[in-house]
Nanobody, 123 residues
Framework: VQLQASGGGLVQAGDSLRLSCEASGRTFSRYHMGWFRQAPGKEREFVAAIDRWGDRTYYQDSLKGRFTISRENAKNTAYLQMNSLEPEDTADYYC?????????????????WGRGTQVTVSS
């Protein structure tokens, strides 16, 4: 499966953004989908994940309540709605797909990765 993330940009603190991840190549509903982010000089970290059918979601604890992951299998697309953005949210955001493991936050469990989309939050 090929993944293409989009929707990043430069925003001010307190603003919202919605990232999209469009998949192509294989049946989208066979994959758990995850969002990760990587800030300059830091390791890639888990943001959120959603199961194949959109029934279960999983978040980094510190982001619960501000970020929401969702998906539309009919459109082969996953989303990350980000509200009340903070300068600390500045990073490259990546979507990833996994069809081997249980829903989780382990970056190594995700086999397929898209290119990142940059999010910059100014104070």
């Amino acid at each position: 499966v090929q993944l293409q993330a989009s929707g990043g940009g430069l925003v001010q603190a307190g603003d919202s953004l919605r990232l999209s991840c469009e998949a192509s190549g294989r049946t989208f509903s066979r994959y758990h989908m995850g969002w990760f982010r990587q800030a300059p000089g830091k390791e890639r970290e888990f943001v959120a994940a959603i199961d194949r059918w959109g029934d279960r979601t999983y978040y980094q604890d510190s982001l619960k309540g501000r970020f929401t992951i969702s998906r539309e299998n009919a459109k082969n697309t996953a989303y990350l709605q980000m509200n009340s953005l903070e300068p600390e949210d500045t990073a490259d955001y990546y979507c990833a797909a996994d069809d081997l493991y249980e829903l989780g936050s382990n970056v190594r469990a995700y086999t397929y990765w898209g290119r990142g989309t940059q999010v910059t939050v100014s104070s």
